[in-house]
């Protein structure tokens, strides 16, 4: 060909077309964009999901931090008592040093710090001993009059008195450290 | 009734009417980029695919249009960009030794309709010849009719540039119809 001008030629498409192809198209397009528009429905889900679990770790936190303190005031309360219970015995061991001192028998019975003592460190042992020792002590301590154990007292040396008295007073001790 | 732009683009901002944009979208421009698409691809199947997917980007991506840009100038930039895409995949595909002009000519042949002019098949086989920004450039300005400046938006390059990729490619593509028209 010696003349050809590319702008006498007309302009058309050659090429072969399937049958539908717009519409075909169409839809695919919009099954493709209707199928991503259901993501922000999982990432709505999603953000539900976080905040589960944010709520989770601070529920999980705060009941183990509430039985945490729970445990703490159950173990004070429990030395407390403990203490309390100590006390008591100590306050038991006391008035059985208390009464061993001021125990009068009827028939003017003489009392000896030995025996008094014996029954102090018998209480180390065991609490039900204690119990045994205090109730035969509290027995034994029945039925006092005061002006018996006036007299009696009277009997004492201010010497001896004050024996007697420092060796309670560590009995006391030794009964609250042990 | 067709629908303007400015409608178009109205419906694609809004969430509520987007699907109904696209819709509108795809009716208004559908035919021009297919074939603008086509010419580049030259496979049936391909082409669809890569149509498809410029919808779907141009859909998914509406909220990056400017609207003080024109429309049909983006679709065109996605769509181009789409078909380059698919054109480097199916380079990579193929052999070493074989010459890619060569392999798109044969593409032309198998794709043409029966009735097909023997100008107008030569003319494809022009085009497929030339370098890849010639192509482009004759393409949009010949068959779609675009001004330089808005085809400098959507490959990048300069009026100037293109200016002179159009002549080239126009007297390539002539040379090429006289040596090879057997009539």
Known sequence: MKEFNLDNLERKNIYKVPDNLFENIQE???????????????????????????????????????????????????SYAQSKEVKTESEMAYETLKADLTSVEKNNQIVEIQRDEKYIYAQDNTAKEDKKIIKETVNAVSKQDETQMNEYLDSFTNSEIAELASNSTQDVYLDLYN | MKIKDAEIIALMQNPRTQEKGLRALMDAYQSRLYWHIRRIIV????????????????????????????????????????????????????????????????????????????????????????????????????????????????????????????????QKIEEYVKENYER
């Not at chain 1, 199928?35 to 770790?57: E, M, Q, S, T």
């Not at chain 2, 669809?48 to 919808?55: A, H, K, M, P, Y």
């Not at chain 2, 990056?64 to 679709?75: A, C, G, I, M, N």
């Open chain 1, 28 to 78: 695919r397009v919009m099954n493709d964009v209707k199928a991503d528009k259901r993501v922000p429905i999982f990432k709505l889900y999603w953000g539900y999901a976080v905040a589960a679990a944010v709520a989770l770790i601070f529920g999980i936190t705060f009941v183990f931090n509430w039985q945490t303190e729970t445990t703490k005031d159950m173990g004070d309360q429990e």
């Open chain 2, 43 to 170: 496979d049936s199947d391909l082409a669809q695919d890569t149509l498809q997917e410029t919808f779907i980007k141009a859909y998914q991506n509406f909220h990056q249009f400017k609207s003080d840009s024109q429309l049909y100038t983006w679709l065109y930039r996605i769509a181009t960009n789409e078909a380059l895409q698919q054109i480097n995949k199916l380079k990579k595909m193929q052999k070493t030794d074989e010459d890619p002009s060569y392999y798109m000519q044969n593409l032309v042949a198998d794709n043409v309709e029966r009735d097909a002019e023997e100008i107008q098949i030569l003319l494809q086989n022009a085009i497929q010849s030339l370098p890849e920004k010639q192509k482009l450039v004759f393409m949009m300005r010949y068959y779609d009719d675009l001004p330089y400046e808005e085809i400098s938006k959507i490959v990048d390059m300069s009026v100037g540039t293109l200016k002179t990729n159009y002549h080239y490619a126009k």
